[in-house]
């Protein structure tokens, strides 16, 4: 028996997949190509206040966007140094995958330490900037990322620099409850 895809099939299929067959993080990431994913994104950035607290970590809000922010100074400004080929090789062997693959990070995982905001930042800067390193990566699109280098991990693949955006993204707006 031949069945026709549709959106609604396929969605349906996708849901009934990831609820009965497959754990979440096999699904793909929202997209940081995608104008309407981007939007979504934007908008759980704009529910954050100053005050508003993590439901995990110890983080502040303002600290997290600083951090988010480190993944973009990586792709558009040199002020982080590129690793060694020691380090560099141990990062892609031992790290990577856990980065640009599909399984979530899991809560209060360590940091790079590039990645460590120590001090408090100014929330509305830090969130000015983020929001300008979304709308710049999705403005520049797929075509601009495949293939592109990493600091840290060399060549990615349009897939992988979505994942590498848009799970620790999600993973620290899920931190602080938007």
């Not at 990431?29 to 759980?44: G, H, L, M, Q, W």
């Not at 590129?82 to 599909?102: D, M, Q, S, Y």
């Not at 403005?139 to 590498?164: C, H, I, M, Y």
């Amino acid at each position: 028996m031949c069945v026709k895809a549709t959106r609604t099939s396929d969605a349906l299929s996708r849901s009934f997949a990831q609820s009965h067959f497959f754990p979440s993080y096999f699904m793909p990431y929202p997209s940081v190509f995608n104008t309407a994913d981007v939007e979504k994104t934007i908008a759980r950035i704009n529910s954050l206040t100053p005050e508003t607290k993590a439901v995990w970590g110890k983080m502040s809000v303002d600290q997290m966007l600083a951090h988010l922010n480190v993944s973009y100074e990586m792709v558009y400004t040199d002020k982080h140094p590129k690793p060694g080929p020691i380090a560099r090789f141990l990062v892609k062997t031992f790290i990577k995958n856990t980065v640009v693959g599909p399984k979530p990070y899991a809560k209060n995982t360590a940091t790079a330490p590039a990645f460590k905001i120590v001090d408090h930042r100014d929330f509305e800067a830090e969130k000015k900037r983020l929001i300008e390193y979304i709308r710049k990566v999705q403005q520049e699109g797929e075509k601009a990322f495949d293939g592109r280098e990493s600091l840290s991990f060399g060549p990615l693949t349009v897939q992988e620099w979505n994942t590498l955006f848009s799970k620790h993204l999600d993973h620290h707006l899920q931190q602080f409850g938007v």
